[in-house]
């Protein structure tokens, strides 16, 4: 079974900074990672799929990149609503989540 | 638009099922697979299993075989997810999601609370 791993497991930021959170597969998964978003008391909103590819109404501050084991959800210009978990998941055979990224703001 | 609204939390003891019911509106039901999760708070997201609305076909996380069963009722557009024998370890958020590869819609999730 693949293992996806997150990190780090917390972050803390100030508006406006630059944070940069990674996904690491234990094998090989291509493209196929989505990025979710999920704030206390609410289901996973969809951020990014196959990798890079925003979905629709996401803010274009926020970017996903890599391919094959190494992945990286970017925010550019963190605002205040973006304080949440964020957890990358393998798309198709037995989707596997990450153990997710807390993102807290100063 | 797309909605999927998921059945109301539920209170139950040790030993007892519970039927979990996912209605949705907005797309067309029978084309697309549906996904469920579980969620213990404070925890990241288990995937549970997958039903195709069209043909009712299935397929299972390991893990969830013998715990989970999933149908679809398409004259309502409605997925229910029946978890057998529950056990404190069952107390979790329940989501449903639609399955389009990734999961691009969600249910506000159902908290399933085991205890005697």
């Known amino acids: 079974n693949i293992v996806m791993t997150q990190s780090p497991k917390s972050m803390s930021i100030s508006v406006g900074d630059r944070v940069t959170m990674t996904c690491e597969a234990s094998?090989?998964?291509?493209?196929?990672i989505a990025w979710y978003q999920q704030k206390p008391g609410q289901s996973p909103k969809l951020l990014i799929y196959?990798?890079?590819n925003r979905y629709n109404g996401v803010p274009d501050r926020f970017t996903g990149s890599g391919y094959g084991t190494d992945f990286t959800l970017t925010i550019n210009s963190v605002q205040a609503e973006d304080a949440a978990f964020y957890y990358c998941?393998?798309?198709?055979?037995?989707?596997?989540f990450g153990g997710g990224t807390k993102l807290e703001l100063k | 638009q797309v909605k999927l609204q998921q059945s109301g939390a539920e209170l139950v003891k040790p030993g007892v099922s519970v039927k979990l019911s996912c209605k949705t509106s907005?797309?067309?039901?029978?084309?697309?697979?549906m996904s469920w999760f579980k969620q213990i708070p404070g925890q990241s997201i288990e995937w549970i299993g997958m039903?195709?609305?069209?043909?009712?076909?299935?397929g299972y996380n390991q893990k969830f075989k013998g715990k989970a069963t999933l149908t679809v009722d398409t004259s309502s557009s409605t997925a229910y997810m029946y978890l057998s024998s529950l056990t404190t370890e069952d107390s979790a958020v329940y989501f449903c999601a639609r399955h389009n590869n990734y999961f691009d819609y969600w249910g506000q999730g159902v908290m399933v609370t085991v205890s005697s």
């Open positions: 907005g797309y067309t039901f029978s084309t697309i697979y």
């Open positions: 998941q393998r798309i198709y055979n037995s989707p596997t």
């Open positions: 039903i195709y609305a069209g043909d009712g076909g299935t």
């Open positions: 196959y990798a890079s």
């Open positions: 094998q090989n998964v291509q493209n196929n």
